[in-house]
């Protein structure tokens, strides 16, 4: 008699084979991010910024969007001793799990630039694109942010899309509450 059993196995070893597999890139570290989007800075200070209940609050009516964080990550990046902005990590929901990126804010409070440092998500990374992110830059938080209108949403990313720019857009709240122009 011939021996079946590994017959009854090949259901098993389908189902592994066409299982998806877990997805995560890290895309840059935190001090890539900053040479990427401030090169000419000498040196980046930490500021890391403790926001008080009132503060997240006031981010919070001039964003529209919740500070779901205390303690924001913050740098100050410098040019032999001059401000030249903030560099600040933060991290946004995307579909189901964290974006973390890194935004570049002006002392005048305008985005330099955003780059995406690590995206767990299996679609959407388009964000990283430069046609996309360059909607971004030069905006400032009396500029209106609507997907689809002011920022381009990408068919397959449009949760990644929003929530990033809602987060660029509290950044840019944050900077006006906790990082005075200029400081």
Not at 37 to 59: G, K, M, N
Not at 109 to 123: A, C, D, I, Q, S
């Amino acid at each position: 008699m011939r021996d079946l059993s590994p017959l009854f196995l090949l259901p098993v070893a389908a189902t592994v084979m066409v299982a998806p597999a877990a997805y995560a890139q890290q895309y840059l570290t935190t001090e890539q991010a900053q040479r990427t989007l401030f090169p000419a800075a000498t040196r980046f200070v930490a500021a890391s910024v403790t926001l008080s209940e009132a503060q997240r609050d006031l981010i919070e009516e001039k964003s529209g969007v919740r500070q779901r964080w205390e303690t924001q990550e913050v740098w100050r990046a410098e040019l032999d001793g001059q401000l030249l902005g903030w560099f600040i990590v933060d991290k946004v929901v995307g579909k189901h799990e964290f974006i973390t990126y890194a935004a570049a804010l002006a002392t005048d409070g305008k985005v330099l630039g955003m780059e995406v440092m690590t995206y767990l998500e299996t679609y959407g990374s388009q964000i990283r694109e430069v046609s996309w992110k360059q909607h971004l830059v030069g905006k400032t938080s009396a500029d209106a942010f609507k997907l689809g209108k002011d920022i381009p949403n990408i068919s397959g990313a449009t949760l990644s899309c929003r929530n990033v720019s809602n987060g660029i857009k509290r950044l840019l709240a944050l900077q006006e509450v906790a990082l005075p122009y200029g400081q």
